[in-house]
């Protein structure tokens, strides 16, 4: 039977996790229309022993791809190059689905050709199992609609969105291999999307409140340049998009919205070292060239009051600003 949706899942050191991601989709009427593409990224534990286990009990709906690390990036390139199904989406190995709500969300896709679909996640506490429900913001549910109509006012996440895989196939779709590239995901096929559903099902279970995750503040400080590496990729991919043919005002604004959080989040990280000296150079080095080549970013990270008080300031303000951040986050 054809499958549905392809799940690629990312692994890397996960023995005590795997097991409740992997356990979410059996069922019978789940399996049968997914494959589950588990690409342990050269784990040093028993994560890829494990997944071998699923795959020799549940052939055709387990795919063990082991490869040597290569970064959270490279993982889902690798789900993609082996997807068969008519769906993709994301699904880290720490993280799981709704079991109970997969089927109803199946039978859409089963049914739709939608290009893009989205659905809610709930946040779970990783400490305490308490959970926070991230429900999608829209009027409009269950039926598909023209991606222009909505997208002037959404901010998504990867947790919410499942692509058909031949739009990501076809346009050579492609992430970095390093971390953040949940960002890459989620825009750099925006330019392709003409239709979008909002279904009323909550797929995505997220763990939170890991020390080891790639958004925790330290990680962030860690690989602080992979994170502008990233947000650099984005901002050519946009300006290409906006130099094309196929530029949409409102699909524009929706890129250009996200970019301008991204550089938030860079800005953040940049505030949050000690270093003032060194990072108050780098910062106003980055929103220059943000003045100078992304005018349309500029002026939307310029809603920001933060940035605005940066500049109005001639950045003689970022030692304090930056003191009252690190104050903030328990530095």
Not at 32 to 54: F, M, P
Not at 151 to 179: Q, W
Not at 249 to 265: D, E, F, H, M, P
Request: proline residues 2%.
């Amino acid at each position: 039977m054809e499958k549905i949706l392809s799940v690629s899942v990312a692994a890397y050191n996960l023995e005590s996790m795997i097991r409740q991601c992997l356990d979410s989709f059996i069922r019978p009427e789940i399996l049968e229309k997914v494959e589950v593409l588990v690409t342990d990224d050269g784990s040093k534990d028993q994560t890829r022993e494990i997944v071998a286990e699923y795959e020799k009990k549940y052939p055709g709906s387990f795919k063990l791809i082991a490869q040597k690390n290569a970064g959270p990036g490279s993982t889902v390139n690798s789900g993609l190059a082996h997807a068969t199904g008519k769906y993709f989406r994301m699904v880290d190995g720490d993280d799981w689905v709704n079991t109970n709500e997969m089927e109803a969300y199946l039978t859409y896709l089963e049914e739709h050709d939608t290009d893009m679909v989205c659905t809610s996640y709930c946040c779970v506490d990783h400490e305490t199992g308490e959970k926070r429900l991230e429900m999608l913001k829209t009027d409009i549910m269950d039926r598909e609609i023209q991606f222009e109509q909505v997208a002037n006012d959404l901010f998504l996440a990867m947790h919410n969105v499942t692509y058909k895989t031949s739009i990501l196939k076809e346009n050579s779709i492609r992430l970095d291999n390093g971390f953040y590239t949940d960002l890459e995901y989620l825009m750099f096929p925006t330019p392709y999307i003409h239709t979008v559903a909002f279904l009323s099902q909550t797929i995505y279970m997220y763990r939170v409140s890991l020390s080891t995750q790639s958004m925790n503040i330290k990680s962030l400080q860690k690989n602080v340049q992979m994170h502008r590496d990233v947000l650099e990729h984005l901002l050519r991919e946009y300006e290409a998009y906006h130099m094309s043919a196929h530029w949409n005002a409102s699909i524009g604004s929706y890129y250009c919205k996200r970019l301008a959080a991204t550089v938030g989040t860079q800005l953040s990280i940049y505030l949050s070292f000690k270093d003032t000296k060194t990072y108050k150079k780098i910062t106003k080095a980055m929103v220059e060239e943000l003045k100078r080549e992304h005018d349309t970013v500029y002026r939307e990270i310029m809603k920001l009051k933060t940035f605005q008080v940066l500049v109005h300031t001639g950045f003689s303000s970022y030692g304090i600003v930056s003191s009252m951040h690190r104050k903030k986050l328990g530095f």
